[in-house]
């Protein structure tokens, strides 16, 4: 079964950056579509951004420019480069692939 596992959470100030990964245990090559959700303190969990294998991305509205998925096949890894972070920002972050979750990374955004 593949596992995912995520880092580069973390504490940051309004304004400020984090670069998430996410690590798959197989070959990402041959998948398609690559999300990023992620989950607020009581709110339910929501889409962030996805990336196809042909590096076509779409997000959610609320992300407005500030971040951009990746992916690196050889290296069985996505990303999300997140800049100009806001309170709004502060949640776990989860990444899927198919019907798999990783365990979620924390971001948390205060001044």
């Keep these: 079964q593949l596992q995912l596992v995520e880092s580069g959470g973390g504490l940051v100030q309004p304004g400020g950056s984090l670069r998430l990964s996410c690590a798959a245990s197989e070959s990402i090559i041959s998948i398609n579509v690559l999300r990023w959700y992620r989950q607020a303190p009581g709110k339910q969990r929501e889409w962030v951004a ?19 998925i990746s992916r690196d096949d050889a290296k069985n890894t996505m990303y999300l480069q997140m800049n100009n972070l806001e309170f709004d920002d502060t949640a776990v972050y989860y990444c899927r692939i198919h019907f798999s979750w990783g365990q979620g990374t924390q971001v948390t955004v205060s001044s």
């Design 50 to 68: 996805s990336i196809t294998g042909a590096g076509d991305t779409n997000y959610a509205d609320f992300v407005n420019g500030r971040f951009t």
